[in-house]
Every structure is written in C-alpha cells, then in structure tokens.
C-alpha cells in the first residue's frame, strides 16, 4: 500500500492492466451481482431528482421497482446501493442493439440533459473504496471474471487501472491527488517489475 495524501492506495491500482472492452464484456457489470452498485445518501438524492428525467429509457420492469422501492435500498452488508431488477439489474441499466448494456444515467449526462455522470463507485470501478478508521480511506482493486477482457486489453495496450481511471479518480479526489499518484505509481513501477 502508498498512502497518498489520507488515502491507502493498493499497489494493484499502480502494476494492474485495465480497459473497458465494452465489445467483448457487453457492460455486464451493469448486470450482474447479488446487490446494486454502491451510493452515498447525497447521491440517492440525485438519483431521484433524475429518474424522471431517464424515466422513457428504463424498462417497465426497471419502473415498477423504481416506483415501489425507489432508486436505492439498504442490503444485507447495510451498505446503500442502486435498486436492481429481478435480483441482478441495476434500474437504470439500458439496452443497445447487440446486447450492450448502458447507463441511462450516463447517457443523460452525455446528451446535456444533466451535470451528474454516474455514481462514483460505477465511475470507478474496478476501483472500490472503503473509508478506514482515523479517516482514511482505502483504494482498492477489485477483481471479477466479467473484466477479464478489460485486463487483457489494458495489458495489451499497456493501461494500467490508475491510468485508466484518470476521470474518476480526479473526480473523487482531486487532480493534487491523482497527481501525487501519478509520481508515486511511476517511482514504484520504476523500482520494481510489476506483474501484470
């Protein structure tokens, strides 16, 4: 671990190779899992002034829950996370043509019709962050078999997860942050030979 400024960064976020291949993966990670994705209480607050605003893109499986539950819920861990259908996917999950799975929170963002990407633990991923006590928070990677292809192409085009998730990370952290990561990760992976 590199603590950067009140942060325990893991050392798979400077040697692991990471990128998106939306082509081979289809977004799974927008569908798949016991539970949604990770929000913070100010977060749900947004989620609900923009689900009107997504409400035409969502499927009516999607709106049934978002009208009985509203757009998140407490789960066993009691972490507050994004609703999900049928036990698997995120409410605000849409579908392209092929089977790709998209973000209605995204696409809004991306179209003008909002300031708000996505939540950040979406943003981030495969980043996860856990707040430690004292302060910190730690900034781990996570691993899961749906991004297999996303380490094989980031090994192939020599990405690696910080460098991958410059846009988020700045987003949470800062740019001073992500800069003094930047130093860090090239100091470290210049005195050992990261695997991937």
Not at 13 to 19: D, G, P, S, V
Not at 158 to 170: A, H, K, N, S, T
Request: some cysteine; overall charge negative; hydrophobic content about 35%.
């Amino acid at each position: 671990m590199l603590q950067i400024k009140d942060t325990l960064v893991s050392l798979d976020i400077l040697e692991r190779f990471f990128l998106c291949d939306l082509g081979a993966c289809k977004g799974e990670c927008c569908i798949e899992g016991d539970a949604g994705a990770p929000i913070t209480a100010e977060e749900y607050e947004t989620l609900q002034r923009l689900t009107p605003l997504v409400w035409d893109m969502l499927t009516p499986a999607a709106r049934r829950v978002l009208e009985e539950q509203g757009p998140g819920y407490y789960d066993e861990d009691g972490d507050l996370v994004t609703s999900i259908v049928d036990g698997r996917d995120c409410v605000f999950t849409t579908y392209e043509a092929g089977g790709l799975c998209s973000c209605a929170l995204e696409k809004l963002y991306r179209s003008g019709g909002s300031d708000f990407y996505k939540p950040i633990s979406c943003h981030l991923y495969p980043v996860r962050l856990r707040e430690l006590p004292g302060g910190m928070t730690a900034v781990n990677c996570h691993r899961w078999k749906v991004c297999r292809a996303a380490e094989t192409l980031g090994r192939t085009k020599g990405v690696r997860v910080y460098q991958f998730l410059r846009e988020p990370l700045i987003r949470r952290f800062g740019q001073e942050w992500y800069d003094e990561l930047c130093e860090a990760a090239a100091a470290w992976l210049s005195q050992n030979e990261a695997k991937p």
